[in-house]
């Protein structure tokens, strides 16, 4: 068994690389080839979370292990079997596949869903996981602007000045929403607001839109309103099965009617081409990515392969 402990999955892997394990490992889930559960939580009554999340893909099979105390204190295990033997392969301590993997999907569902002209960005949030959708945004898109906006000017303005220096686009802090999204034809919402960071209202036409938060029934989040979801032409989510057991903002709105499930597709059927994603420029289109497991096994899987026969990882 390997072990790897506070070494980010990037300097395993390439943005790219994990782009495309995602890709596949999501076409394995829609052809019966790959299997998951929906996330599961424990919430301590001190609030520190216990998360959950199975999956199984290519001969190996295991979980990501979340412990959280309101992102104060946050730690991450990635740990694959294999489904041969049942026998531990290797154990990630705290290498960030859990951004990676979500910048990844986020950036996958751009690629099919957004304009083929779009490079114009709205970021909504200033942490970690906006930094890993703009850069793997960038990995398949040709962006030419981008504009940051989080409630925190010292937190906008250095995220802004990082993602600057490193992709050599034009990225401006902006303070509110509007400034943000007059320029954007696509917007990546990556908060953990519990209430909406825009006025869907003022979304231009033909926008694709990434929104990442996921909270379940005892930890709501809520980043995109009503009028977001009404105007949306195509809705796609990463499991139908983990937006009904998390009762998510997309199963409240069917649950209030204000759409149907017919008008949301998991987005493992847009790969396979069994379901129509944008069909014309006009049309907004929404990604609603919730981290499934599989996806920290896709990733761990290839980490895996490169490392087994290299001296990076402790074998134990």
């Not at 979304?203 to 009503?226: F, P, V, Y």
Request: charged share 25%; hydrophobic share 40%; aromatic share 4%.
């Amino acid at each position: 068994m390997l072990f790897l402990k506070n070494t980010p999955i990037s300097q395993i892997l390439s943005i790219n690389e994990m782009i495309d394990a995602i890709e596949d490992t999501l076409k394995e889930i829609a052809l019966g080839h790959g299997f998951e559960l929906p996330r599961r939580r424990i919430h301590h009554p001190n609030r520190m979370i216990f998360g959950l999340l199975p999956g199984s893909v290519h001969g190996a099979m295991g979980a990501y292990l979340q412990t959280d105390l309101d992102r104060r204190i946050h730690h991450e295990t990635v740990i694959l079997y294999s489904v041969d033997t049942g026998a531990p392969l290797i154990f990630f301590q705290d290498c960030a596949i859990n951004e990676h993997r979500t910048g990844a999907a986020g950036a996958l569902g751009a690629k099919y869903l957004a304009r083929a002209d779009a490079s114009c960005v709205a970021l909504f949030g200033s942490a970690i996981h906006a930094e890993s959708q703009l850069k793997a945004l960038a990995a398949v898109r040709d962006l030419t602007q981008v504009r940051v906006c989080s409630p925190t000017p010292e937190h906008r303005n250095a995220l802004a000045d990082k993602l600057r220096s490193e992709l050599k686009i034009p990225v401006q802090a902006v303070s509110n929403a509007e400034e943000a999204l007059e320029i954007a034809d696509i917007v990546i919402t990556a908060t953990d607001s519990r209430t909406p960071v825009f006025d869907g209202n003022q979304l231009r036409t033909g926008t694709h839109i990434t929104s990442i938060a996921n909270g379940d029934k005892t930890r709501m989040r809520q980043e995109i309103d009503e009028a977001t979801i009404r105007r949306t032409d195509a809705i796609f989510v990463t499991s139908k099965e983990t937006v009904c057991i998390n009762e998510s903002d997309i199963f409240r709105a069917v649950r209030d009617r204000t759409i149907t499930w017919e008008g949301v597709h998991e987005i493992s059927s847009l790969l396979l081409g069994s379901v129509a994603g944008r069909t014309h420029d006009r049309q907004i289109t929404l990604f609603k990515l919730q981290g499934t497991g599989i996806m920290d096994v896709a990733i761990g899987l290839c980490a895996y392969e490169k490392l087994k026969d290299s001296h990076l990882a402790q074998r134990l």
